[in-house]
Every structure is written in structure tokens, then in C-alpha cells.
């Protein structure tokens, strides 16, 4: 035991003293009533947190609880009064004293972590407060917004469009989105979707596919992120702070251009493998319901990669829909319980493909 001394305890309910042992360590102070080789002896444990320390006089008063019922008295000249004294002391140094003690570095660290809290709890809450509270409807609108601002600057086959806008009304894509298709006259090699039922398609895309059946699974593949509301989740989370600005501030005009602002980043947006494997397959499932075997999915990826090294555009969808071995594989596994299904081919989307090329 560190630190014994005999002292005067006071444990409120009698009026005089009573000898004790006392010794304290890095946790705190012990009391022991009785004499140290009695097995029977009382001790008593408290904490520095709770315990106080003051001089009247000549003596210096502890007292061991917040109450201050029970306390010890001994002199302030006593050898262990100074090392008792720091001991009690360190528990009143605030957090800001910590701060203040800390090296700069250390510092930079701390609010590095905070920081990157904070904007994690953002990012997190932003998304999914915004999910809840923007109806489909809504959605649309603010879609059309985000379409009017990105075609500014492109060239729109119209053509093309109104072809491929067939192609997609032959299909059973949506129940919740109105989908609408725009061929952008582009040679990269790229498509995306816009939140409310916008799909663009480059014609640079269109030309690298060789079957309906491929168009139809790009379609699908985009109609899922439109369905399952990826893209509107990705720009919440791209806008969170200052989105949250916007309605702290009550500014509802400000909530709409900065989300419009941030819709520039679908053209090249990266999901993450999860979602890229959720609108596969929700995707495969649209191909299904349309009478298309699901492996077009695959199909399409593996031809979107094996022509990477001839078509240096095909990168930009590449990079934005990373076709990966493990997205092929996963579309082969899929398909297995189809192997042996019959789907017959569809006239209409055959004769409006061979328009399009």
C-alpha cells in the first residue's frame, strides 16, 4: 500500500473524529476504521473524481465525497500533503486544459477526426432524411430541373431520340418514374440516369453495342438507379452541407439550385460496387418481365470491355460503370436458373433497333 498515514476521519454522523488509516494510490483514497492487521478492520474507497481539498488554518481538509459528509483533517505540513494535493487537483483539469496541453500536431489530429464526424454524420443523415421526405413527384420536377441545365451546351440527336424513346415505351421499365430517353450527339462512349426518369444515352454507346438486346440492357441497368433512386441519393450526399445551410436559413430556392448544381456529376458519377450490383440485377429482373434473356446484361458489359482497347471513349462509361469480372460473373450466376428458358424475340424492338443503327 502507497502512501499509509494515520488521520482524522469524519463520516458525518458522529460529531468528534475517528483515527484512520488513510493511503492513496493513482485510483484514489482508501479509509481504513481499525487497525491495519484486523481482518475485520472497514475500509473505504473514494475516487480523486469526487473528492475535494481545502486549508483552514493549519490543516488541510479532504473531503471525500460531493456531499461533503465525510472528509479527513490532517496537518498541511505533513510530507504526503503535497502529493495528495496534485493527485486531487488533476481531476479538476477541464477538457479545454487538456487542449491547451496537447502539442499542435496532436491538435490537427483532433479536429481532423471531428471534422471528418461531422461530415460523415452529414453525408449519412442528409441522404436519408431526403429520401423520406421527397416524393416521387417531387423527384421528377426537380429532375427536369437538373435535365434543363445539363442539355444546355449538348447537341440532341432528335431523330435518335424519338427512336429510342420508342424502343423504351415497347418496355415495361417503370411503375414510379415517367422514363424519358435523350441520344446526345457524343462519340465517348457513355449514358446516365437523372433522378425522376431522365435517361441520356451518348451515340457513342449506341454505336458500340451490335443487338436490341444490349440496348435493352443498358436500359434496364439505368432505369434500376432511376427506380431505386441511386442517383438522387449520390446528389444529396455531394449537396449535404450545404443543403443543410439552405434550411437552416429557410431558403427553399437555394435547396433547389444547389441540387441542380450538383447534378453536373452524373455524367461521370461513381457508385459503389454494391449499387452497381443492385441495379444489375434489378435490371436483369426489368429484361425478364420484358420476355429478354437476362444474360444480355452480360453480354453487354463484356462487350463494353472487350472493345475498351479499341474505343478509347468506352472508358469514360467504363470508369463511371465499372464492367469488372465480378459484375460478369455475378450477371452469368443470375441467369443460371434461366439456362433453359424460352424468350422470344421481339419484332418491334429489333425493327426500331435496326433504325437506330
Known amino acids: 500500500m502507497d502512501n499509509i498515514q494515520q488521520v482524522d476521519f469524519f463520516d458525518g454522523l458522529q460529531a468528534g473524529p475517528k483515527h484512520a488509516l488513510m493511503y492513496f494510490n493513482a485510483a484514489g ?24 481539498i481545502q486549508k483552514t488554518g493549519n490543516k488541510l481538509i479532504v473531503f471525500l465525497n460531493k456531499n461533503a459528509t465525510n472528509y479527513i483533517s490532517f496537518s498541511a505540513d505533513a510530507i504526503f500533503a ?17 487542449l491547451l496541453r496537447m502539442n499542435v500536431f496532436s491538435l490537427f489530429i483532433l ?23 421527397i416524393k416521387p413527384s417531387t423527384e421528377t420536377e426537380l ?12 447537341t440532341i440527336d432528335h431523330q435518335r431520340t424519338k427512336l429510342l424513346q420508342a424502343f423504351a415505351k415497347s418496355m415495361k421499365l417503370s411503375n414510379n418514374y415517367p422514363i424519358k430517353l435523350t441520344v446526345v450527339k457524343n462519340r465517348e ?12 444515352v451518348y451515340s457513342g454507346i449506341l454505336k458500340a453495342m451490335k443487338s436490341p438486346d444490349e440496348l435493352a440492357a443498358l436500359l434496364g441497368h439505368e432505369t434500376a438507379h432511376i427506380n431505386d433512386r441511386h442517383s438522387l441519393r449520390s446528389i444529396l450526399r455531394s449537396a449535404a452541407t450545404g ?13 433547389f439550385s444547389i441540387v441542380v448544381e450538383n447534378a453536373e456529376g452524373l455524367r461521370t458519377m461513381h457508385f459503389s460496387r454494391g449499387i452497381e450490383k443492385s441495379a444489375d440485377e434489378e435490371g436483369m429482373k426489368i429484361l425478364i418481365k420484358n420476355n429478354i434473356h437476362p444474360l444480355a446484361m452480360k453480354k453487354l458489359m463484356q462487350r463494353l470491355k472487350e472493345n475498351s482497347p479499341e474505343i478509347p471513349e ?11 469480372d465480378e459484375r460478369i460473373k ?28
Do not use: R
Open 243 to 255: 443543403l443543410i445551410v439552405s434550411v437552416v436559413l429557410n431558403d427553399i430556392s437555394g435547396i
Open 314 to 324: 468506352v472508358l469514360s462509361f467504363m470508369q463511371s460503370h465499372p464492367a469488372t
Open 29 to 52: 483514497i482508501s479509509i481504513q476504521l481499525g487497525a491495519y492487521w484486523n481482518k475485520e478492520a472497514t475500509v473505504l474507497f473514494f475516487p480523486y473524481q469526487q473528492c475535494n
Open 143 to 154: 429532375g427536369e430541373k437538373m435535365y434543363q441545365s445539363m442539355m444546355q451546351g449538348e
Open 111 to 133: 479536429v481532423v477526426i471531428l471534422l471528418a464526424g461531422v461530415y460523415w454524420g452529414i453525408s449519412t443523415i442528409v441522404p436519408w432524411a431526403g429520401l423520406k421526405l
Open 82 to 98: 503535497i502529493d495528495l494535493k496534485q493527485k486531487i487537483n488533476q481531476k479538476d483539469q477541464s477538457f479545454a486544459a487538456s
Open 189 to 200: 462512349v457513355n449514358a446516365y440516369a437523372i433522378p425522376g426518369g431522365n435517361i441520356v
Open 330 to 357: 455475378h450477371a452469368t450466376e443470375f441467369a443460371v436458373p434461366y439456362k433453359n428458358s424460352s424468350f422470344a424475340p421481339n419484332p418491334v424492338l429489333d425493327s426500331i433497333w435496326s433504325a437506330l443503327k
